[in-house]
């Protein structure tokens, strides 16, 4: 094997260690260390940041009833969608099923994250284009702020996920 052969191996070893292989975004342990990194960040620099936890709401009825083909293709197209909505500087990865985090990174005034927060929301609630058909699978969101609400990472997402079951109990669609 020559040497680009070998560079192009390491290559994609390094991206499935870091990266969610239906989707592309970064996995649990790339979110972690960019957690990390940004949580730092905001402790040198005095600015926020935020820890959004989005489910997306009656997943599992469309999974059931359309097929896990489905479900991945939607999955795909949510990832894609948030992508395309947060900025350069933040995260979003996929945690499992149909959960997110996204990371909100160097935010000078907590006013931003609600914009951000009904941002994603209604970008969510529009329909996703699935085969002929058009679906609509909304998302809830549970936001944990840092340094804030706390410096604990643990914490954080317990706080975020906590968030996230109340913006259900409340309706759905939305974020708390």
């Not at 260690?17 to 960040?41: I, K, W």
């Not at 931003?112 to 699935?130: E, G, N, P, T």
């Amino acid at each position: 094997m020559d040497s680009t052969d070998r560079k192009r191996a390491e290559e994609e070893l390094n991206h499935q260690a870091f990266h969610d292989a239906l989707t592309g975004l970064p996995n649990r342990r790339l979110l972690m260390d960019r957690l990390h990194q940004s949580m730092a960040g905001s402790a040198r620099s005095g600015q926020y940041g935020a820890v959004m936890m989005l489910d997306l709401d009656n997943f599992k009825d469309l999974n059931d009833s359309q097929g896990h083909d489905i479900g991945d293709h939607l999955l795909i197209q949510v990832g894609k969608r948030l992508r395309e909505n947060i900025r350069q500087a933040d995260t979003i990865s996929r945690v499992g099923g149909d959960e997110f985090v996204v990371i909100l990174s160097e935010l000078d005034d907590l006013e931003s994250i609600d914009r951000i927060a009904q941002d994603l929301v209604d970008k969510l609630a529009s329909s996703f284009k699935l085969g002929p058909d058009e679906v609509y699978v909304p998302a809830s969101i549970g936001i944990s702020l840092y340094p804030e609400d706390t410096g604990d990472l643990e914490e954080l997402f317990k706080n975020a996920d906590q968030a996230m079951y109340a913006a259900k109990a409340g309706g759905r669609n939305r974020f708390n």
